[in-house]
């Protein structure tokens, strides 16, 4: 890819090797993902059951005339438009506890973007045991504050993203600015830690 002339052979190749695993296609998710193809990465595994719709263009990486499309194929189209050679695996499905350490078995580093907290809960408790990386996010919703979004790590192969504190409630739902900065600091933190530069 031209745009990364920044890269030294080394960090090429490293990132070439990386397969990185994307647990949900919403606003972390399909944000993350652009901006992982952006900085060089070329293999990803995206994994998620749910279609685009109207209520996801304020924050989501889609687009008006991809209405109704499945989030993983629509996803697809826009990263290929960044960068046509990209290796993609689509996983059009939901994630469990039983499915989720297999669906990213070949992943080095795997990224949980979903949005309720139990889901979240229920794709760390599945995927800390593998002992892969995960970057995880957590608290994103309203407006401002963004010096409070910080990334942090947690335990031996957990990153968490966020300020931990602000939930999605009524008035307080997830919008883009906070979660774009999210998805750009999860990018950053995947880049960080398959290149071994700190955190």
Known sequence: MGANTCLTVRERAI?????????????????????LVRAGLTRLVIADFDIVNESNLNRQFYFRDQLGQKKVTALAENLR??????????RDIRLTRDNSADCFADCSVIVEAFDGAAAKAMLLAALIPTGKPIVSASGLAGWGRSNEIRIRRV????????D??????????????????????EANAVMALLLGEPL
């Open 81 to 90: 438009r960044i960068e046509p050679r990209l290796e993609l695996e689509l």
């Open 15 to 35: 990132l070439d090797r990386a397969c990185v695993g994307i647990a949900g296609a919403g606003g972390l998710g399909s944000n993350c993902a652009m901006h």
């Open 155 to 162: 335990g031996e192969n957990l990153v968490l993203v966020g």
């Open 164 to 185: 931990c504190a602000s939930g999605v409630r009524a008035g307080c739902a997830p919008v883009s600015p906070r979660v774009g900065i999210a998805a750009a600091m």
